[in-house]
């Protein structure tokens, strides 16, 4: 009786220091009724080594004391057991919670769990009465290895810990009952219950329901509120939630539009290891905006998605080595992303890669492994691989040049690839490897464009503004495929709209637009841009005249092998003034 006594009395010293902050003081208390074998203390004294409150941090003294308290019956302590055990014992103590449930759901990757022993604390605590407990239980049964789980007794005891008011056993119960749901009423009913653990603050729950108001699962269409929620889920670290809720704000989708905050929150999603999150960054860099393209930053983006599997991500960066747009130019390194890309599934790549091989930027072995990759795939009808076959006989990539076969191969690609679509085209037009035949071959391109495929855009427009193939010469239908070939990246449609604006052409003459083209192409480093708007800001054809940007632009043209820009430098340095301008 004196020992109870003189233990209650240490708790109660060890809450008034607590109180007072003095956590050393506390725990030196809490250490002594805990040697005592009181249960309270000991279960206590593991917690204090789990958040390292008043000495330092100690996963084995944890669990020693935790364990001496859950075997004396304390409930609580068998909980945090069972929570250590599942979610690994190198978990974070912030993912205990002050709930020992409170880590369930979050889709973070568990230490080296022990669902055996994290079942056995999670019984005994569960059939004590503890929600937290039942919870844990019913989440092992639903998600431990399959010797453990049984959806049914899972089912039973997330609804018990859920009657008491536990948040994480509302979630558990309207998962189970959404996964086993048949009716739209049965849907509901398991939304409820998700929407309650959110109710319940619980962040994952938050995320759940916020996708159900955005899609209309569940729940009726409510963008606002699915925005609140994400932002609620953010906050409590779900990374899921970061990147939906800073796309939404990129796109004004249930709110204000805010660029910068929707960028802010795709960052922290993708730092805490979203790949589609730092896969959008990457592309946000790319695209631009109110300023030029950083493609060095978005390589750092797309390689941190590309590593985590993002095959789109591998591609684009792949695509940027190939360039040296951003990174210094290394075809291997772009080959080597580009085969990744395709190993995770994008199709798109493998032509990437073959345009890779035909360019001649790789060495010859690599041409025989795609050449044989490719045949073998297309003999067992890939169209993507067709296409590519097609293009290594047409430049003789591996195998001897045959432009005939080439067709053959290219046709039959043609029914479902749209590259293939664009070089059939071409080949028509040429008359290689099959009798000319400029219309339909411009018929094929125009089928390809159709798909969006931005060289058969600029091919269009080319034709357009020349009138060649048959097609009729008309600038006004040039500038539109232009127009939308440049919305796609690409430099040359940038450098003609400028070309087109610039006079000379069948629609007016606008020199401000011009320049804008031009710049935006030079931005990208082509070296005709660059030469144009150095002429522009040379001579004021726009209106501004700015001789120090115009020598930088030519200087960079003729760095590019321009001869004509090394005549446009010597015009500006005889007009009064220029050098001295440029010195300065």
């Not at 679509?421 to 000319?436: H, T």
């Not at 091919?459 to 009138?467: F, Q, R, T």
């Not at 040039?478 to 000379?504: D, I, K, T």
């Amino acid at each position: 009786m004196l020992k109870k006594f003189l233990a209650d009395r240490r708790l109660r010293q060890a809450d008034r220091l607590l109180a007072e902050d003095r956590k050393e003081a506390a725990f030196r208390l809490l250490a002594r009724a805990a040697a005592a074998g009181n249960r309270d203390a000991q279960y206590r004294v593991g917690r204090a080594y789990l958040a390292a409150q008043g000495v330092p941090p100690s996963r084995v003294d944890a669990v020693r004391w935790l364990t001496r308290a859950a075997e004396a019956g304390h409930v609580a302590a068998q909980s945090v057991l069972a929570a250590l055990y599942v979610q690994g014992l190198g978990a974070d103590a912030a993912a205990i919670g002050a709930h020992p449930a409170s880590g369930l759901f979050t889709g973070h990757e568990a230490g080296a769990a022990d669902y055996q022993s994290g079942l056995l604390w999670a019984r005994r605590a569960a059939e004590a009465g503890s929600a937290d407990g039942q919870a844990l239980l019913g989440f092992i049964l639903t998600s431990g290895p399959e010797t453990t789980r049984d959806l049914a007794q899972a089912e039973s005891w997330y609804r018990r810990s859920a009657d008491q008011g536990c948040p994480q056993g509302a979630f558990g119960l309207g998962l189970a009952l959404l996964n086993r749901a048949a009716t739209d009423a049965e849907r509901i009913t398991a939304s409820d219950w998700i929407e309650r653990a959110a109710e319940g603050d619980l962040p994952s729950a938050k995320y759940m329901t916020a996708v159900m108001y955005e899609t209309g699962a569940g729940r009726p269409i409510d963008l606002p509120r699915a925005v609140a929620l994400y932002r609620g889920a953010a906050d409590g670290g779900v990374r899921a939630a970061m990147a939906r809720l800073g796309l939404c704000l990129m796109e004004g989708r249930g709110c204000k539009p805010d660029r910068q905050n929707g960028e802010s929150w795709l960052r922290r999603a993708a730092l805490a290891g979203d790949r589609e999150a730092a896969a959008m960054v990457g592309d946000l860099y790319v695209r631009g905006g109110e300023l030029p393209p950083n493609y060095a930053e978005a390589a750092m983006w797309f390689t941190r998605a590309a590593e985590a599997g993002h095959a789109a991500a591998a591609r684009s960066l792949g695509l940027l080595y190939a360039s040296g747009a951003g990174v210094m130019r290394d075809p291997e390194e772009a080959a080597r992303w580009l085969r990744r890309s395709v190993e995770n599934g994008s199709r798109d790549a493998q032509a990437d890669l073959a345009n890779l091989v035909l360019s001649g930027s790789l060495a010859e072995p690599e041409g025989n492994y795609s050449r044989q990759w490719f045949e073998t795939a297309a003999g067992n009808g890939d169209l993507v691989a067709a296409f590519n076959f097609g293009i290594c006989l047409a430049q003789g990539v591996g195998v001897p040049r045959d432009d005939r076969r080439a067709a053959i191969w290219l046709r039959r690609a043609a029914e479902g690839v749209v590259n293939a679509q664009y070089w059939y085209g071409r080949m028509l037009i040429e008359g290689r490897g099959l009798e000319a035949d400029p219309e339909e071959g411009r018929r094929w391109v125009e089928r390809a464009a159709g798909a969006g495929m931005t060289d058969a855009l600029v091919m269009l427009a080319e034709m357009a503004v020349n009138g060649r193939a048959g097609a009729a010469r008309d600038h006004r239908r040039a500038l539109e495929l232009f127009e939308r070939a440049a919305e796609q990246g690409h430099v040359g449609a940038m450098f003609a709209l400028g070309a087109l604006h610039g006079g000379g052409h069948d629609i007016p003459t606008d020199t401000a637009t011009a320049q804008r083209w031009f710049r935006k192409a030079a931005e990208r480093n082509h070296g005709h841009a660059q030469m144009m708007l150095g002429r522009y800001l040379a001579r004021g054809v726009a209106g501004q005249t700015d001789p120090v940007a115009a020598r930088d632009w030519l200087r960079r043209a003729q760095a590019q092998g321009l001869a004509e820009a090394a005549g446009d430098l010597a015009a500006l340095d005889a007009v009064p003034g220029a050098s001295r301008l440029a010195a300065n």
